[in-house]
């Protein structure tokens, strides 16, 4: 019973949470249209055209919406005053502007490398809302990660003697856990699942003797505070996340109990809530996830322990739109084609694994104006020089022409904030947006890579010529 009181609580919360602004679908409707108008806007104002033929768009009132409802969507399952971090998984959007805009929503940094942290530093993220995770940390990065006491889950038993080490020999202010591996199995895209019996990351739990050991690390060691667990990113069903979150919270239990007393304090529960890239519609919700986490984890979110979560696709990828100009319509074998701007460089795991990650298509005309007409079956391709370097294949849209632009949609997380250099193609800028009544405005999030920086990236910029004179 007291789990239905809870749960009909926190729907009663979370519609009152919604009432005011608009109710479901509409607000992939809002955010459709704020699109629209972006792209015209993009065109008419340069923001994209001939001299800058692919952009990256970012919605800025989405990014912030999004935020807030995540906020909102945990507030909603604790009592008042239960410690929660939402750390954004730098790896998602590593782009500096973004962390400082997340930074003002109140969202921290989950951090993998010496690069994301140093991001997160750039971006003036506080080292209490930043947490490190990667599993391959130097001695170096760990010694900082401690020096700035920064959140530290430990991945493995040769790094927890790192850390044994470097405990005894400093006082550090930093958090520390160890990553768990549930092993509750994969989801739909096998590179994106970590609690396979075999993944990588954690300590996996189901191993002989390893959960044992990990109740063991911590009776050894008090200051081991926190458990960490990221079960996986896009393609793991909501009902295997919440399994993989429950083992680590039973975990918790455990070693709670054998303690006796409440050592661990903070369970980091992870991102992985999967991104819908069918439609507009925002599927899962951070909102559904933490009420069906509430309803079969009602323990982790009484308020006895903290909680960290490092959400990154679920953030940022409706928010994103890459834009680029159709440079030259033409036709094979009776398909029509649209040589566009953007390829592999902006959209590498759409291209390399098309059945994966499909993205949906918005054909604009040579005004930025959304396109009507027959849908004809074309290939919208990209600009590198390899005939697989597709957006799409055979798909229905109004005929694309010279100088029409095509937008790759739900593309904020993953994608053009990694760039991938193929045929030395340009890293394209990257523009926020936020659209008000009569205007709308944009502000440089990255510049793009101009040709000199190309040059240099690519060991041009001094005279040494080392290799001849080898
Ligand atoms: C990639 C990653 C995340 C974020 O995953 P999303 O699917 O983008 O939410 C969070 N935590 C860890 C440890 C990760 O590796």
New binding site residues.
Partial sequence: MGHDEDNDQTQDRTQHLRSGTTPGTALGADSAARRDRAVRAAVEQGVVGPAAPVAGLLDVVGIRASAAALHAAFDAVTPPGTPVLHAF?V??APLVAVLRLLRSAGIGA?V?SPGELALARAAGVAPAHTVL?SPAKTPAELREALALGIAVNADNPQELARLDTMTRSALTGSPLGI?VNPQIGGGAIGA?S?ATPTSK?GVPLRDDDAREWVVRAFLDRPWLTRL?A?S???GMPLEMMVRGVAATYELAEEINERAGRRQVDTIDI????PVNFGSDDETPTHAQYARRLKARVPGLLDGRYGLVT?????LLAKHGTILARVEYAKQAGGRPIAVTHAGVQVATRTVYMPASWPLRIRAYDTKGDLKSGPAVGQDVAGPACFAGDLLAENRPLPLLEQGDYIAALDTG??YFAHHYSYNSLARPGVHGFSVQADAVRFAVAREPQTLDEIVAEAGGGSERDSLRHL
């Fill in positions: 998984a790896k998602a989950e993998a995770d990553r994106l970590t990351f960490h990221h996986g990113s896009q992870g991102g992985g809530l490092e959400f990154g696709r679920s997380a993953y």
